[in-house]
């Protein structure tokens, strides 16, 4: 029987929904947020106005000023052991399996008023993995994310790899057979799948004979954007100074700081009487008052959004300005992206040896390879895609659409699955 179908990209910072009709080309992208594809993978608790908002709604709401609760990355919970743990909104419990379908049940009413129908079934986006080295914790993740995705009124629910996903999409315009590389950094992980591509083979509903192998890690865009925090911006505000017996000032609270799905807990009250108790003993009493100004304003997402937009800024520009105003007023730091680039040597090379596992897999050598294709925003980063050259220097690079392959490729299999 054949299901009214649609991909659904749920991304650790941006998520799209895409259909593939009878008779289309090619599929395509819905939009979901003034006539844009991406919706931010954003959700606001106006406490002001007792509201909820998405997306570049929610992110504007947050930075307006508004009393609240902004949550991001919350697609980087699942698997983790905060997943049932919740979290605390005006006084109320919230479970983040709630939240999770909050937002994805947001974005198909969106996605349904756009095509002018309802979803039956759907093709949903995986990394190739939720977590690293525990087989159990990342089944444990899917299984949670087809709960959640079932209870929103689909009668099938399936997922798809999502480098393989955007290899399907990658087809839908080659001329000729190809070995390809997918190279998807998204926000949260870094994914790879070795496939053959043709023309003749593009239709054809099982490519298990033309999957060669699959990796992944779990390093994405929000690693990028939490080293250069740390390593430009939390030293601001206190990170690596002592306190007046020589000890060191506690670095915990900069690595919540400097991670988004963590920023909320710096704003319990435990926190802050812990920085009272401590304050007689800093040394450095300017930067201590910069870290109280953020915290106690709730500015640590507005500095994580600088944080990020400094880093893409970094992929074209060799040196980016933040104004640091929620710390100290005037306040001005600038971040050059040769430090961006030593800040995340480390994770360029997870990410590497991740690709390296893909093409070992499947017994194939570097030179054997002809395309490295890139999506994802985290693929923009120059120091990452310089690496990979050096490392298959034989292929060439092919930059796909960075926020849509993913999900126009989870439409081209959820039509071959389901219609």
Known sequence: MSLSACGIDFGTSNSTVAIRDAGDAHAHLLPLEDGKHTLPSAVFFNLDEDSLSFGRAAL???????????????????????????????????SFRNLIGCFIGEVKKRAEREAQRNFDAVVVGRPVRFVDDDSEADQLAQDTLQQIVAGLGFREVSFQFEPLAAAHAYEQGIS????????????GTSDFSLIRLSPERRGQADRS????????????????????????????????SLLKNG???????????????????????????????????VADSR?????????????????????????????????????????????????????FEAAIDSEVA??????????????????????????GGGSAVPALREALARQFPAARAVEGDLEGAVGCGLAVVARQRYA
């Open 60 to 94: 504007a709401e947050y930075l307006e000023g508004y009393d609240g609760r902004l949550m991001r990355a919350m697609k980087s919970l699942l698997g983790s052991g905060l997943m049932d743990a919740g979290t605390e909104v005006g006084g109320r419990h919230l």
């Open 176 to 187: 000729r057979e190809e070995l390809v590389l997918v190279v998807d950094i998204g926000g």
């Open 209 to 240: 004979s033309d999957l060669l192998g699959n990796s992944g890690v779990h390093v994405g865009g929000t690693d990028f954007d939490k080293r250069l925090s740390l390593a430009g911006v939390m030293p601001e505000l206190g990170m690596g």
């Open 247 to 281: 000890a060191s000032f506690p670095n915990s609270v900069f690595f919540l700081l400097a991670t988004w799905h963590t920023i909320n807990q710096v704003y319990a009250r435990k926190f802050w009487r812990s920085f009272l108790d401590i304050a007689p003993s």
């Open 287 to 339: 930067r201590f008052d910069r870290l109280l100004s953020v915290v106690n304003k709730h500015a640590g997402h507005q500095l994580a959004m600088q944080v990020e937009a400094a880093k893409i800024e970094l992929s074209a520009v060799p040196q980016a300005v933040l104004a640091l105003d929620e710390a100290e007023e005037g306040l001005r730091i600038a971040l050059s992206r040769s430090d």
């Open 350 to 375: 997870r990410v590497c040896a991740s690709a390296q596992q893909c093409l070992d897999q499947a017994g194939v050598s570097a030179d054997k390879l002809d395309t490295l294709f890139f999506t």
